[in-house]
Antibody
Framework: QVQLQESGPGLVKPSETLSLTCTVS?????????WGWVRQPPGKGLEWIGS???????YYNPSLKSRVTLSVDTSKNQFSLNLKSVTAADTAVYYC?????????????WGQGTLVTVSS | SYVLTQPPSVSVAPGETARITCGGD??????VHWYQQKAGQAPVLVIY???ARPSGIPERFSGSKSGNTATLTISGVEAGDEADYFC????????????FGTGTKVTGL
């Protein structure tokens, strides 16, 4: 069974960089599929942040593209999110997920999510 | 950017049928997926490719699409089905290929 687990600081100061890592077990990241991030501000809906392939190919939500970087470490079976110059509007639960390109690009496995608060 | 509209809430008595709609432009060219999110939990895929059901999802969950509207139907609603439901489209031709609907809260009467 594929499992994903987010890790990283739960509190980030305004203007700093939010950094999260997703550790995958039960499936090698290099085995195919895309991997990515979705966030959910408290009490609000879901927003796709970006996705990447193990080769390093990435694509981002246009509204966040200037601040987001995704990267992968296949040796650790992990991928990461960096979001720079954060503000209170970036406070959200951040989920990592697998994008199943065989099943019409649905998000078939998700991490449990981690709350990141932007505050001084 | 592309907008998917869902009703904010749907109330249904146990054992009855809940229908959740998702509306958007030019749906015919897009693939729709549905997710269930219970309070404090991560989303779970319940329908993919408009109407396909992942393994482990009960048969009472079904999906359909007609014109510019997709519908998630929950037949014989159970108490455990109370959750938020989000539709999501994949548009391979867009620079923003993954858009979520506004979400619908399903509650029991």
């Amino acid at each position: 069974q594929v499992q994903l687990q987010e890790s990283g600081p739960g509190l980030v100061k305004p203007s700093e960089t939010l950094s999260l890592t997703c550790t995958v077990s039960g499936y090698p990241i290099s085995g195919g599929y895309y991997w990515g991030w979705v966030r959910q501000p408290p009490g609000k809906g879901l927003e796709w942040i970006g996705s990447m392939y193990h080769s390093g190919s990435t694509y981002y939500n246009p509204s966040l593209k200037s601040r987001v970087t995704l990267s992968v470490d296949t040796s650790k079976n992990q991928f990461s999110l960096n979001l720079k110059s954060v503000t209170a509007a970036d406070t959200a639960v951040y989920y990592c997920m697998r994008l199943n390109t065989v099943l019409s690009s649905c998000m078939d496995f998700w991490g449990q999510g981690t709350l990141v608060t932007v505050s001084s | 950017s592309y907008v998917l509209t869902q009703p904010p809430s749907v109330s249904v008595a146990p054992g009855e049928t809940a229908r959740i709609t998702c509306g958007g432009d030019n749906f015919g060219s897009k693939t729709v997926h549905w997710y269930q999110q219970k309070a404090g939990q991560a989303p779970v895929l319940v329908i993919y490719y408009d109407s396909a059901r992942p393994s482990g999802i009960p048969e009472r969950f079904s999906g359909s699409k007609s014109g510019n509207t997709a519908t998630l139907t929950i037949s014989g609603v159970e108490a455990g089905d109370e959750a938020d439901y989000f539709c999501q489209v994949w548009d391979a031709s867009s620079d923003h290929p993954y858009v979520f609907g506004t979400g619908t809260k399903v509650t029991g009467l």
